[in-house]
T-cell receptor, first 113, second 118 residues
Framework: GDSVTQMEGPVTLSEEAFLTINCTYTATGYPSLFWYVQYPGEGLQLLLKATKADDKGSNKGFEATYRKETTSFHLEKGSVQVSDSAVYFCARTYGGSQGNLIFGKGTKLSVKP | DTAVSQTPKYLVTQMGNDKSIKCEQNLGHDTMYWYKQDSKKFLKIMFSYNNKELIINETVPNRFSPKSPDKAHLNLHINSLELGDSAVYFC?????????????????FGPGTRLTVT
């Protein structure tokens, strides 16, 4: 069935380090892909999205490119900040609608000053 | 103004009790959802409602029942609570379920309700 797999955390980085969080999805249908972020004690917020192959989503210095050939949607940021510490979730649509989402298991990022 | 709100934020109760969690969205969205997040942060959809009709009912126990008095509210009622029900429950909403715009399917999440069953 449809699923999303993302790298297990936790990921610990120093401030200004380069971040990559890997995400792959099952190649069924033509899903839209998302990254959501959950800051401590809060609900999830949409970070960025891509709706078709080769689209690049970007927001707050984060980027992810929809790669159909590798079924991937890796999250990257060139220089992380302490305020980026959060749990990051990769997600895809399923079931023929855009509103139904399957989430990956989340990757906790901790950025040290 | 809070877009998606949930009450209560924390809920501690004993096994066997019945409890409800309320959710309200002021975004004018047509679709609302309930998710369960376990202790390992794994997020799983439980229900979604579109125009007051249940359109997803994932494999959750029938002790859980969503109730939508109107488009802006989707409450979650839980009967005979069990230890395994302890989790954070998130409500979310989206403009609609079938797209139609560049952001019409973005989901907006509430702050969560941490349920602890003792």
């Amino acid at each position: 069935g449809d699923s999303v797999t993302q790298m297990e955390g936790p990921v610990t980085l120093s401030e200004e380090a380069f971040l990559t969080i890997n995400c792959t999805y099952t190649a069924t249908g033509y899903p839209s892909l998302f990254w959501y972020v959950q800051y401590p004690g809060e609900g999830l917020q949409l970070l960025l999205k891509a709706t078709k192959a080769d689209d690049k989503g970007s927001n707050k210095g984060f980027e992810a490119t929809y790669r159909k050939e590798t079924t991937s949607f890796h999250l990257e940021k060139g220089s992380v900040q302490v305020s980026d510490s959060a749990v990051y979730f990769c997600a895809r649509t399923y079931g023929g609608s855009q509103g139904n989402l399957i989430f990956g298991k989340g990757t906790k990022l901790s950025v040290k000053p | 103004d809070t877009a998606v709100s949930q009450t209560p934020k924390y809920l501690v109760t004993q096994m066997g009790n019945d409890k409800s969690i309320k959710c309200e969205q002021n975004l004018g969205h047509d679709t609302m959802y309930w998710y369960k997040q376990d202790s390992k942060k794994f997020l799983k959809i439980m229900f979604s409602y579109n125009n007051k009709e249940l359109i997803i009912n994932e494999t959750v126990p029938n002790r859980f029942s969503p109730k939508s008095p109107d488009k802006a509210h989707l409450n979650l009622h839980i009967n005979s609570l069990e230890l395994g029900d302890s989790a954070v429950y998130f409500c979310a909403s989206s403009q609609d379920l079938y797209g139609g715009g560049s952001s019409s399917y973005e989901q907006y999440f509430g702050p969560g309700t941490r349920l602890t069953v003792t």
